[in-house]
Structures are given as structure tokens and as C-alpha cells.
């Protein structure tokens, strides 16, 4: 089983609609900036010799463009776990999508409400216990008696498998974490790891202020497409990052704190622009998944 921080070799970078498929100018807009910044990471990840694959929404996929697209976050739905892919989409047609990418190199198993993103791989298979039940935990534990596994709430909010443990702490490499303030016994679970606390105030007001202009506004969010919108005021993106190896790290934002740290722990960050993180409130970690790494 890969941590999330070996060498990335393959990843899988989510898609949005395209935006001929609606009418409003300005959620065209949106569309077209979002796969322009999505074509620019996909580049960088590819200079840095990366396979990049990503799904493509078909004719017959009965799209619903007023459903956030299920395929631009590919970690909420995805997870390799001891050499099987587990896959937790809610409809078909994007179980039939990830499993074209995969083109039968691995076995794929289906579960509903996986919550792929409260599974997190590092020396060990860490489960937030506040994202994924007992029960299924236990079911995945069960599968793969070779993984040694860890079952415990990570997170301060109570459980809930629509919230992602992916957007309360990340594993920059072994040893080094950086968690928001909801990241819970992170101490206990990773004893003697260096762990950086993030406050409220080193979002990026700016972007966020922004951003609610768009999310709450309703003379620029057309009421059909409402349900794109996720709950970014919540949201810290510096934690939502994609490693490229132990030395290096995408980030989507310059912030004195984490650059200092991870400076500390010799990792250079790369900046990736993504504009509208906040209306799909998905960092670059969300954004992708990590097939393959070294």
C-alpha cells in the first residue's frame, strides 16, 4: 500500500461540465476557467513526469448540469487499499468512468458512502472514525488483514460522512503534518510527529470575502445551479494539497506559516492557481488521486 507522499507517478485530475452545456454566461465562465486552470495543473503535473488521466462525462451519462459534477473531485469517491481500487460513487455511469481509467490493472470493489477522503494512507491506513462507521471500517479491515489500520475520530466535528478528513489535516511526508483547528488527537495517533495547528485567521480572507459574494448571491448563482456550491467558509486550503514526493508539494497559495514549516522539513511548494476553489469548495488534493506512486 502507497502513502500518499512516495513518488507520485499516476494521477487521476477531476473534470467539471463543459460549458456548452449550459446557457448562463457567467456560470460559462466559470466553467471555462475551472478546466483552464484544471488543462494548466494537469501540464505541470506532466513536466513533472506525472501520467495524468482524467474522466470525460459521455452523451449517454443522463447528466443532470444542475448536480455538482460528481467526477472534478475524484478523492471523494476513491481509494486503493493493498492493490484494490475501492470505488465509492453514487451513481453508475461514474463507477463505469473511474473504471476506464483503471482499465482492469486493478480489482475494483464498490461501496456505497465510502467517503474515500476520511481514509487517509501514510505508514500506516489511518480511518477518521468521524467520517466512515464502524462497521464499514471494520468490512474494509476484514478484506485486507495484511494493512495495519488505524480507527480513530481525527476530527472535532461529530460524525459525518459528507465531511472529509482530507479538508482537517494532510501528511506532508512521515513525520509532518499540518491539521486546521478541527484536526483531534492527532498527538495520540501520531506521537512524536511535528504537527502545524492553522487558526482562522490564516485563511485568505480576501479569496473568502470573494467567494461569498459569488456563494451567497443571488443575482450570480442562477438557483439551478445552486447545488454546485459547497460550504467554503469552512474550508482551509493549505491543508487540501497534493504531495509530488517528500520534497515537493502543490499548493494553491502562498502562506508565510505553512511555507515557513515546510521549509523546516526541507519541501519545496509549487503553487497552483485555482480561482474557483471556493464555489466548488475542493483544494488540489480533492481535485485528484493519486493511481500510482514510487
Excluded at 460524525?159 to 482530507?166: A, L, S
Amino acid at each position: 500500500m502507497h502513502s500518499e507522499y512516495g513518488k507520485l507517478k499516476e494521477v487521476w485530475l477531476g473534470r467539471a461540465y463543459s460549458p456548452d452545456l449550459v446557457e448562463d454566461d457567467f456560470i460559462k465562465q466559470i466553467l471555462t476557467e475551472t478546466e483552464e486552470d484544471l488543462q494548466s495543473f494537469s501540464d505541470l503535473l506532466v513536466e513533472s513526469g506525472v501520467v495524468v488521466k482524467r474522466p470525460t462525462y459521455k452523451v449517454d451519462d443522463n447528466l443532470i448540469v444542475g448536480r455538482q459534477p460528481q467526477l472534478l473531485h475524484p478523492r471523494d469517491q476513491l481509494q486503493i487499499i493493498n492493490g484494490k481500487l475501492y470505488i465509492g460513487a453514487d451513481y453508475e455511469e461514474d463507477i463505469h468512468r473511474w473504471s476506464e481509467l483503471n482499465d482492469n490493472r486493478l480489482p475494483v470493489i464498490t461501496m456505497d458512502n465510502l467517503n474515500a477522503s476520511s481514509i487517509i494512507r501514510a505508514d500506516k491506513c489511518y480511518i477518521d472514525a468521524n467520517g466512515i462507521d464502524r462497521d464499514r471500517a471494520l468490512y474494509i479491515k476484514n478484506a485486507n488483514p495484511e494493512v495495519d489500520f488505524v480507527y480513530d475520530p481525527m476530527s472535532s466535528r461529530g460524525y459525518d460522512n459528507k465531511k472529509h478528513t482530507d479538508g482537517v489535516f494532510t501528511v506532508i511526508k512521515e513525520g509532518v503534518i499540518i491539521s486546521t483547528p478541527q484536526g483531534r488527537n492527532l498527538e495520540t495517533i501520531f506521537p512524536d510527529w511535528d504537527i502545524l495547528y492553522l487558526d482562522h485567521k490564516d485563511r485568505d480572507l480576501r479569496d473568502l470575502a470573494d467567494s461569498k459574494k459569488i456563494v451567497w448571491s443571488a443575482d450570480q448563482i442562477p438557483v439551478q445551479y445552486r447545488r454546485w456550491v459547497g460550504y467554503s467558509p469552512e474550508t482551509f486550503f493549505d491543508v487540501n494539497v497534493l504531495q509530488l514526493d517528500g520534497e515537493r508539494v502543490f499548493v494553491t497559495r502562498y502562506n508565510k506559516k505553512v511555507y515557513d514549516f515546510l521549509e523546516k522539513h526541507n519541501v519545496t511548494p509549487i503553487e497552483v492557481p485555482f480561482r474557483h476553489r471556493y464555489l466548488w469548495d475542493g483544494g488540489l488534493h480533492s481535485l485528484t488521486f493519486d493511481f500510482a506512486r514510487g
